[in-house]
């Protein structure tokens, strides 16, 4: 069974960075595409970025594109979301998933979609506060 854990989130000011983490156990994560995800608070959640099982293939919603840089390191079993330049608006919680339907990641494709994903981690804070 694949169980992924998110890392990393923690309170920092705007135009901070931070750097995720979404670490696999229990199968090879190289077998499946990634999406990141959030939640604001009182929000729907939302999927702004994916990777495919190479890294080859990579998407960025409007809203962070620019800003955010998803990679994929297979020998250690973990997908990265490095962000940049946050803003107050990037606070929520931090998902990631893995694709189990839908539309592949392509980087003129959409967004992921939360119904085409599964084995959803516990997520990791982030808050972006002066």
């Known amino acids: 069974q694949l169980q992924l854990v998110e890392s990393g989130g923690g309170l920092v000011q705007p135009g901070g960075s931070l750097r995720l983490s979404c670490q696999a156990s229990?199968?090879?994560?190289?077998?499946?595409?990634i999406g990141w995800f959030r939640q604001a608070p009182g929000k729907e959640r939302e999927g702004f970025a994916c990777?495919?099982?190479?890294?080859?293939?990579?998407m960025y919603a409007d809203s962070v594109k620019g800003r955010f840089t998803i990679s994929r390191d297979n020998a250690k079993n973990t997908v990265y979301l490095e962000m940049n330049s946050l803003k107050p608006e990037d606070t929520g919680v931090y998902y990631c998933?893995?694709?189990?339907?839908?539309?592949?990641?392509?980087?003129?494709?959409?967004?992921?979609?939360?119904?085409?994903?599964?084995?959803w981690g516990q997520g990791t804070q982030v808050t972006v506060s002066s």
């Open positions: 229990g199968s090879t994560l190289s077998l499946y595409t």
């Open positions: 990777i495919s099982m190479s890294g080859a293939n990579v």
């Open positions: 998933a893995r694709r189990t339907s839908g539309a592949l990641c392509t980087a003129t494709g959409p967004t992921p979609a939360p119904r085409n994903f599964a084995y």
